[in-house]
C-alpha cells in the first residue's frame, strides 16, 4: 500500500474550535478543469454614487439623512435583527420541544469611510486604525448596555456574500444572549483548558492554564516549516487552520499574549492588527485580482456580568476567550468559480478540496501591494 | 409592556437534534420591499440535450457512456470525494489538535429518469417510487461494503444549491465514518430517550422509551390547530419545524411507527413516502411557480456493525435512529430573491425572517397540482 499523502488522500480533520470534522478530498483538484482562472472581475464603482444610502449626506430607506462623515460613520440598522429591552416576557413552553426565549439588543451598521469605492484592503492604514477603533467602541458601548451579553461584528462582502450594498461596510449585532457559535467555541476553550500546555513558549490562558488559541498560535510557528501560516507581524498571526471549511478560510489571532477581547489591546498591538486586516485582504484581492468576498465575524470575550451583578464569580467567560477573527471566503477557483458548501455539506459534514497546507502557500505567494495600486 | 407575540417580537428558539438556538426576526419582514414576487423563473428544458453528461446513451467526462437507461440509473461519481478500501494509514499526529484520521468509501450519482427536463415533482408516482427503491438498493449495497458506517443520500437541486447539471439526479456519498451532522443528531436522539414519553398515543422509540422524532410529530399532530403541519398522509408527515433555519425548510418523517432506515420500510410505507415527496416538491415549485432549489438529505441509521464483528451489543444505532428529511431551500421572497446564510448566520447563529408557522401556511396554502401541468 502507498504511504499516506495529505494533498492525495482522502482525510478527515478535526476542528477543536466546534468539535467538528471536516472531509478533506485532495484528489478532487485533479479534475481536468481545475486551476483555470478566469478573467477577473473588475471592479469601478464610482467615488460616491448618489443612489448609495451609505454614501455621506444622502438618505437612507428611513428617511434619515447621513451626516457629511468624513471618516468611519456608525448608525442603528434600520432592520434590526433584535429590537432594545424590555423585551416581552415569552410564554411558557407548551413542551420542552417547543421552547422559545425571549432576546433584546440591537444592531448597527458601520461604515469604514466615505468613499464609496474604497474597501478595507485599500485604505490607508490610518484609515483601517479608525475601524479598530470604532470595533472597540462599539464593543464597550453596547457592552455597557443592560443585559448585554455578546456584541458580534461581522462584515459581508461582496454581493455573493450576501451583501446589499457595496459601499463597505461592517455590522454588528448585540444580543442579550451568547450566540451558539462563539458559545460552542467558549464551551471547547473551556474544556481544552483543563490540562498542562505542551507547546514550549506558548503564552498561557486563564490561571496559567493552556489557551487553546494560544496553543495553536505557537504549534504553529514551532513547526519546521511554516506550512499554514500565511502571515505574521509584531503581534498577530493570519494562517489557514487545519480544521479550514472554506477554501482559503483564514483565522487571524494575536498570538504574544492571551487577549480576550479587542478592548484589552494596547496601542501597538492595535496597530499591528490594522496591519494585518491589510496584509490578509490585500493577499485575498491579488489571489484572484478581483474584489474578494468573504464573511468576517470577530470572536471574543462575551460581555462580563456588571460588577455589582449576583452572577457567581466562577463566571471566567472574561479569561477563557482568546480574540480571533474568521474569514469565510467562497471563492474556490477563480474571480467567478466557487465552492458550494450545500448538499452533502449541509446534510453530513464540511467538505473541502484543497488541503489547507495548499490554500495557505498560495496566499502566501501573493503580494502584499493591492494589484489595482499600479493602475490608480 | 405589550404581550409576546412570536409573529412580531424577535426570540430564539431551540433546535433539540442539533442542540443550537435560532434567532428568529420575523418584524423583519415588515421591511418596506418585503412580499414582492417577481417574475416566474421559466424552465424549458429540452426532453434530451446531446452536451448532457446525464443523458441516457451521452458519454461522461471519464469517456465511459452511459447505457440507454428506461428509468432510474446509477453509476460511480468520476470524481468521488472518497475512495475506496484500503486508505493508507495516516501517520500519528504530532500534536493533539493535529489530527488526521483516514476514511474510505464511494460516491455514486442516481439519475432519477431518461428526461432531461422532468424534475422530481413532475414524475409520475410510478418513477418516484422506483426512486425509493433505488435509495433503498444503494443504502443496502454500499452497507454491505466493508468498513461502511454512513450512506448519505442528498440532492442538490438548482444551480443555486451548486447543482452543475439541470438533469434531474441525487448522490451518495459513503463513508467508514459517521459524519459530523447525523452524528449530533443521533447522540441527541440518544439523550433524549433517556426519560418518559410526554405526548400521548406517541409511538415509541428503543426499549420503548421516547424517540424524539416520535414524539415531535405526534406532538405537532396534537395541536389544536396543525400549524407547523405542510402535508400528511397514511404514514408520513411534513413539517417546516418549530426550530427551521432556511425559509421554507421541511422535516419530512414517518410518524406511525418507529422506523430507523428506509431498508425497514414495508410496501405501503414506501408509496405513502413516494407520494409525500411529490406533494411536498409539488407545493414548493408552486410557491413562487419556479423550479424550487434545495438541498435535501436523507438521516437514518448508521451501518450497523457486521454479525460477527466484535463492536460490543449496546450499540444501539439501529434503533435510536429515526428515518427522516431534511430540505433546506435557500428561496424566501420571490423565484429570484434568496435568504443568505451569511455574517451573522456562520459567525454567530441562524437567523430567519419570516416565522415557521406563517412558512407552513404559505406551503400548505399551495396547490397539490404543479403549476405547470396544465400548460403541458
Ligand atoms: O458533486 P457535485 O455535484 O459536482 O458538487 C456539488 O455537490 C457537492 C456535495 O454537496 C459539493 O461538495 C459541491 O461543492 C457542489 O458543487
Ligand atoms: O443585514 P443585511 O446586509 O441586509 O443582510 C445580510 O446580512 C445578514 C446578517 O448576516 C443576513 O441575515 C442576510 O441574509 C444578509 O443578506
Redesign the pocket.
Known amino acids: 500500500m502507498t504511504d499516506f499523502d495529505p494533498s492525495t488522500h482522502p482525510h478527515r480533520r478535526f476542528n477543536p474550535l466546534l468539535e467538528e470534522h471536516v472531509l478533506v478530498s485532495p484528489h478532487r483538484m485533479k479534475r481536468p478543469w481545475l486551476g483555470q482562472v478566469e478573467a477577473p472581475q473588475t471592479t469601478t464603482l464610482p467615488q460616491y454614487d448618489e443612489k448609495c444610502y451609505l454614501c455621506p449626506g444622502n438618505s437612507r430607506s428611513s428617511g434619515v439623512a447621513n451626516d457629511p462623515y468624513e471618516h468611519t460613520y456608525v448608525f442603528e440598522n434600520d432592520f434590526a435583527a433584535v429590537l432594545p429591552a424590555p423585551a416581552p416576557a415569552a410564554p411558557v413552553a407548551p413542551h420542552r420541544l417547543l421552547s422559545t426565549e425571549p432576546v433584546h439588543g440591537g444592531c448597527d451598521v458601520l461604515i469604514f469611510h466615505p468613499r464609496h469605492d474604497l474597501t478595507l484592503p485599500q485604505l490607508p492604514h490610518s484609515e483601517v486604525l479608525r475601524v479598530v477603533q470604532e470595533w472597540i467602541n462599539l464593543y464597550l458601548t453596547r457592552g455597557r448596555q443592560e443585559g448585554t451579553k455578546y456584541v458580534q461584528i461581522f462584515e459581508n462582502k461582496g454581493s455573493i456574500m450576501g451583501c446589499s450594498n457595496p459601499h463597505p461596510h461592517c455590522q454588528t449585532w448585540t444580543l442579550s444572549a451568547i450566540p451558539t457559535i462563539p458559545s460552542k467555541e467558549l464551551a471547547s476553550l473551556r474544556r481544552y483548558s483543563g490540562g498542562e500546555p505542551s507547546v514550549d513558549g506558548a503564552p498561557s490562558g486563564p490561571k496559567g492554564r493552556p489557551c487553546l488559541l494560544c496553543e495553536y498560535a505557537h504549534l504553529e510557528l514551532s513547526q519546521e516549516s511554516e506550512r499554514r501560516i500565511v502571515a505574521k507581524n509584531d503581534h498577530w498571526l493570519a494562517l489557514v487552520p487545519w480544521w479550514a471549511t472554506w477554501p482559503f478560510e483564514l483565522l487571524v489571532l494575536p498570538y504574544r499574549r492571551h487577549i480576550s477581547s479587542i478592548a484589552d489591546l494596547t496601542g501597538d498591538e492595535k496597530d499591528s492588527f490594522a496591519r494585518i486586516l491589510t496584509t490578509v485582504t490585500v493577499k485575498y484581492d491579488n489571489l484572484f485580482q478581483c474584489s474578494f468576498a468573504y464573511s468576517m465575524g470577530i470572536h471574543q470575550r462575551p460581555i462580563p456580568p456588571p460588577e455589582n451583578s449576583t452572577v457567581l464569580p466562577d463566571n471566567d467567560e472574561d479569561n477563557i476567550a482568546h480574540l480571533h477573527l474568521h474569514f469565510a471566503p467562497p471563492l474556490l477557483r477563480s474571480a467567478s468559480v466557487r465552492?458550494?458548501?450545500?448538499?452533502?455539506?449541509?446534510m453530513a459534514e464540511a467538505?473541502r478540496?484543497l488541503t489547507p497546507e495548499q490554500a495557505a502557500a498560495r496566499l502566501r505567494a501573493c503580494s502584499e501591494n493591492h494589484y489595482l495600486d499600479s493602475t490608480r
Open positions: 465552492k458550494f458548501l450545500v448538499g452533502f455539506e449541509l467538505q478540496d
